[in-house]
């Protein structure tokens, strides 16, 4: 089973870049699996940002395209999250994950991370 | 607002069949598989089922899926305490070009 660790800054100033990276073991980050990221602001429900495949082909949220980028990074075995101008709504706790394109049913979820965005 | 509607809240008793709801629309649920998560406070969400009637290994066979046109449910039979939590569906929408989430249900074992 994939084990999935996300790391970068708890605490981003509004206007700023929120970045994450997402670390990944047990597993090839060059696997026929997306690579996702998905949102929780503090009490609510879960919102998927985006996804990617190391072939690089990329989904995101529609109301998030404008200022998300993802990357796969194989040399390192991981894949990051970019979001600009942040603001207080970007507040959340950020999960990285996984699902298997060759074996559906197979899916890991990184232990997730909060975010806060404050000047 | 969700493009999946799901009930805010469900309780039942232990040993009790309880079922959440999830509807959508024809560009989501009506042409795509449904996953079920559950999410336990303070930790990440947990696949329960996928491809709309599949569970994981490890997952019990008291949690079912299935789904019907632009709706699906999840059955949760033989309810514990410890089957309390917030349950999401998750489908592919074709309209979006993304992955889309249910607002959650909150299960409540009484």
């Known amino acids: 089973q994939v084990q999935l660790q996300e790391s970068g800054p708890r605490l981003v100033k509004p206007s700023g870049t929120l970045s994450l990276t997402c670390d990944v073991s047990?597993?090839?980050?060059?696997?026929?699996?997306?690579w996702s990221w998905v949102r929780q602001p503090p009490g609510k429900g879960l919102e998927w940002i985006g996804e990617?495949?190391?072939?690089?082909?990329?989904n995101y949220n529609p109301s998030l395209k404008s200022r998300v980028t993802l990357s796969v990074d194989k040399s390192k075995n991981q894949f990051s999250l970019k979001l600009r101008s942040v603001t207080a709504a970007d507040t959340a706790i950020y999960y990285c994950a996984t699902y298997s394109v060759t074996y559906p049913g197979s899916e890991s979820w990184g232990q997730g991370t909060l975010v806060t965005v404050s000047s | 607002q969700s493009v999946l509607t799901q009930p805010p809240s469900a309780s039942g008793t232990p040993g009790q069949r309880v079922t959440i709801s999830c509807s959508g629309g024809?560009?989501?649920?009506?042409?795509?598989?449904i996953n079920w998560y559950q999410q336990i406070p303070g930790t990440a969400p947990k696949l329960l089922i996928y491809?709309?009637?599949q569970r994981p290994s490890g997952v019990p066979d008291r949690f079912s899926g299935s789904k019907s046109g632009t709706s699906a449910s999840l059955a949760i039979s033989g309810l514990r305490s410890d089957d309390e939590g917030h349950y999401y569906c998750a489908t592919w929408d074709d309209s979006l070009s993304g992955r889309v989430f249910g607002g959650g249900t909150k299960l409540t074992v009484l």
């Open positions: 990617i495949h190391h072939s690089g082909t990329t």
């Open positions: 024809s560009s989501s649920i009506d042409y795509n598989y």
């Open positions: 047990g597993g090839s980050i060059s696997s026929n699996n997306w």
């Open positions: 491809r709309s009637n």
